[in-house]
């Protein structure tokens, strides 16, 4: 059956969007199953909420990409993966018994953060790639993810209390 929406067809949307969405997904997301996962959620979601499109408040693009992009940050809020933050916990490896409790305060530590704060930390250390090789993937200067990753982390400390 397919979805439509004056012009505006959930087979359109798809066809237009598929390629997009996909290499946003793989660059935040290193396992490719969770990457075709997360792309199906993303246009079961859209085709969900085709009806709620308003083109007045945002482009069609603008709109599929809130969408990723919310996607993808329920998946690492949800997914409580414990990584290594031995830099934050200053050079202590976290118990590999933490609660749900402490998994969700840092959980929404994370959340508190500024976007390419954020970005920056699951990068790094949940995706882990160098400071170096994050910069470049979020399109930024070395220097610039330097300072952003000790901002980062000072919020992380001030969060969870360390």
């Known amino acids: 059956m397919m979805t439509c929406l004056n012009d505006l067809c959930a087979d359109s ?7 997009k969405v996909l290499a946003y ?34 482009a069609l693009s603008t709109w599929v990409y809130t969408i ?4 993808v940050t329920d998946h690492f809020r949800t997914r409580r993966t414990m990584v290594e933050f031995a830099d934050y916990m200053g ?17 929404d530590a994370l ?9 920056l930390i699951v990068l790094h250390y949940y995706m882990g790639h160098t400071l170096k090789i994050a910069a470049e ?5 070395y220097i610039n993810a330097k300072v952003i990753h000790k901002k980062a982390l000072a919020s992380l400390r001030l969060s969870m209390g360390a």
């Not at 990723?68 to 996607?71: D, L, S, Y």
């Not at 050079?91 to 959980?107: F, H, I």
């Open 25 to 58: 997904v793989r660059g935040k997301v290193s396992n490719p199953h969770d990457a075709e996962e997360l792309v199906s959620a993303v246009f079961l979601k859209v085709v969900q909420k085709l009806d709620s499109y308003d083109p007045a408040k945002a």
């Open 91 to 107: 050079g202590e490896a976290p118990s590999p018994d933490l609660t749900d409790d402490a998994l969700d305060a840092l959980a």
């Open 137 to 141: 993937m979020m399109g930024m200067s």
């Open 68 to 71: 990723t992009r919310n996607t």
């Open 111 to 119: 959340l508190a953060l500024k976007e390419k704060e954020r970005e």
């Open 13 to 19: 949307v798809y066809q237009e969007f598929y390629p």
